[in-house]
T-cell receptor, first 107, second 114 residues
Framework: KNEVEQSPQNLTAQEGEFITINCSYS?????LHWLQQHPGGGIVSLFM???GKKKHGRLIATINIQEKHSSLHITASHPRDSAVYIC?????????FGKGTHLIIQP | KAGVTQTPRYLIKTRGQQVTLSCSPI?????VSWYQQTPGQGLQFLFE???????NKGNFPGRFSGRQFSNSRSEMNVSTLELGDSALYLC?????????????FGQGTRLTVV
C-alpha cells in the first residue's frame, strides 16, 4: 500500500462543477502540499498545509490531521483547471507523493 | 523575482555515460531538493541540500549524487546511465530546510537515455 493515496485517479467534469480531490496518508507528517502539474511537466505549488483550511481564489484545501486526510476543492471549475493534481506529504526530510489525479474540465 | 531555473531542459545520453543537471534556486532560498518523475513510479524524492550540506536522501543508488555551491545553486550527477534513468528531473527550492514552507519548482530537465 502506498503511503499516500489519492482519489480519484481520473476525473472528467463539466465547466462550472464543484470538484473534490482526496488524499489519504498512512504516516506521521510535518506538512502536506498540493501541487498542480500541466502538460510539459511544470509543477506549481498550490498549498502547503499543516492544519485547518486554506483558500486561494477558487481553490480550497483542507486537512484533518487526526484522520490523516486532506481534500482539494475547486469551485466553479474552468477548462484551464485541467491538469494533474498531486498530493505530497513531508516526512523524514523529503516529500512523498501520491500518484496524482488527472482532471479534465470540459467546456 | 526570477523563478527556479533548470538547465538543460532536454538531454539525450547513451547508456553508460554520465550526466550533470543544474538547478538555480530563487534568490535567497537556501534549500534545494531534487526529484525524479517517471510514468511508472511517479514522483520520487532524490535528495535535499541546505547551505551546501546534503540533509536528506531518498532511496536511490549511489550513481545518483549531488552537491550545492555557496551561491545555493545545485547540481545533480548520474553516472553509468541506465535506460531506466530516463525521466523528468525536477528541482525545487524553498527558504528553509524543514520543508514546511512553500516549495517552488523548476520546469525540469527531461533526460532520455538511449
Amino acid at each position: 500500500k502506498n503511503e499516500v493515496e489519492q482519489s480519484p485517479q481520473n476525473l472528467t467534469a463539466q465547466e462550472g462543477e464543484f470538484i473534490t480531490i482526496n488524499c489519504s496518508y498512512s504516516v506521521g507528517i510535518s506538512a502536506l502540499h498540493w501541487l498542480q502539474q500541466h502538460p510539459g511537466g511544470g509543477i506549481v505549488s498550490l498549498f502547503m498545509l499543516s492544519s485547518g483550511k486554506k483558500k486561494h481564489g477558487r481553490l480550497i484545501a483542507t486537512i484533518n490531521i487526526q484522520e490523516k486526510h486532506s481534500s482539494l476543492h475547486i469551485t466553479a471549475s474552468h477548462p484551464r483547471d485541467s491538469a494533474v493534481y498531486i498530493c505530497a506529504v513531508l516526512r523524514l526530510g523529503g516529500l512523498t507523493f501520491g500518484k496524482g489525479t488527472h482532471l479534465i474540465i470540459q467546456p | 523575482k526570477a523563478g527556479v531555473t533548470q538547465t538543460p531542459r532536454y538531454l539525450i545520453k547513451t547508456r553508460g555515460q554520465q550526466v550533470t543537471l543544474s538547478c538555480s534556486p530563487i534568490s535567497g532560498h537556501r534549500s534545494v531538493s531534487w526529484y525524479q518523475q517517471t510514468p511508472g513510479q511517479g514522483l520520487q524524492f532524490l535528495f535535499e541540500y541546505f547551505s551546501e550540506t546534503q540533509r536528506n536522501k531518498g532511496n536511490f543508488p549511489g550513481r545518483f549524487s549531488g552537491r550545492q555551491f555557496s551561491n545555493s545553486r545545485s547540481e545533480m550527477n548520474v553516472s553509468t546511465l541506465e535506460l531506466g534513468d530516463s525521466a523528468l528531473y525536477l528541482c525545487a527550492s524553498s527558504s528553509d530546510s524543514r520543508g514546511n514552507t512553500e516549495a517552488f519548482f523548476g520546469q525540469g530537465t527531461r533526460l532520455t537515455v538511449v
